[in-house]
């Protein structure tokens, strides 16, 4: 079974960065999209991101687009968010999921939508402050 554990989350200003990681284990990433969503107390969960297990498409929400990249290395079984010009909006707790593909290193990368991930994450805090 897939388990997926984030880290890289922490404080930082304003116009700031942080690399969000999602290692997996249990299974090769090698037939799964993975997703990065993010919450905020009293709030739907949103979907951020998405890459295919291929690597080849990605996909963002508007709020990041521009700001936010996503990528992976297959071989460290690791999906990478890398955020810029941090906004405090940006604050929330993320998390990777994974949707699984019967295809290997599939291009299809899902909607960003919580009911087309399973194999979530426990979370990771990033918080935007001054």
């Known amino acids: 079974q897939l388990q997926l554990v984030e880290s890289g989350g922490g404080l930082v200003q304003p116009g700031g960065s942080l690399r969000l990681s999602c290692a997996a284990s249990?299974?090769?990433?090698?037939?799964?999209?993975i997703g990065w969503f993010r919450q905020v107390p009293g709030k739907e969960r949103e979907g951020v991101s998405c890459i295919s297990s291929s690597g080849g498409y990605t996909k963002y929400a508007d709020s990041v687009k521009g700001r936010f990249s996503i990528s992976r290395d297959n071989a460290k079984n690791t999906v990478y968010l890398q955020m810029n010009s941090l906004k405090p909006e940006d604050t929330a707790v993320y998390y990777c999921?994974?949707?699984?593909?019967?295809?290997?290193?599939?291009?299809?990368?899902?909607?960003?939508?919580?009911?087309?991930?399973?194999?979530w994450g426990q979370g990771t805090q990033v918080t935007v402050s001054s």
């Open positions: 999921a994974g949707s699984w593909d019967p295809v290997r290193y599939s291009d299809y990368a899902p909607p960003l939508k919580e009911a087309d991930f399973g194999s």
């Open positions: 249990g299974f090769t990433l090698d037939y799964y999209a």
